[in-house]
Nanobody
Framework: QVQLVESGGGLVQAGGSLRLSCLVS????????MGWFRQAPGKEREFVAG????????YYGDSVRGRFAISPDAARNTVYLQMNNLKPEDTAVYYC????????????????WGQGTPVNVSS
């Protein structure tokens, strides 16, 4: 069983930065590929970024490419999401997720989820 715990969310002004962390416990073949998603009120859960533990495979959602950076730290069993130049439309609950697949980008491909951490960007 993989457990995921997110941290680092909060309130920030537009143009600011935040770094989210996802601590992974019980890391096994159940967490080959890690992802970050977000869900704003009234909207569907959206893929933000995904990465393999060796860092060789990574993807970004169109709305965050060039502003966000995902990175793994295998020694600390942690995946980070550095968010720069934040915009009000980035406001959402951010979720960490783990997939047994080598590459995954849809909600259905991720079998383990954290509780989420809220990010609120004020204008």
């Amino acid at each position: 069983q993989v457990q995921l715990v997110e941290s680092g969310g909060g309130l920030v002004q537009a143009g600011g930065s935040l770094r989210l962390s996802c601590l992974v416990s019980g890391r096994t073949s159940s967490s080959r590929f890690m992802g970050w998603f977000r869900q704003a009120p009234g909207k569907e859960r959206e893929f933000v970024a995904g990465i393999s533990w060796n860092g060789f495979v990574l993807y970004y959602g169109d709305s965050v490419r060039g502003r966000f950076a995902i990175s793994p730290d295998a020694a600390r069993n942690t995946v980070y999401l550095q968010m720069n130049n934040l915009k009000p439309e980035d406001t959402a609950v951010y979720y960490c997720a783990a997939s047994t697949a080598a590459i995954a980008r849809t909600v259905g491909e991720f079998g383990s989820w954290g509780q989420g951490t809220p990010v609120n960007v004020s204008s």
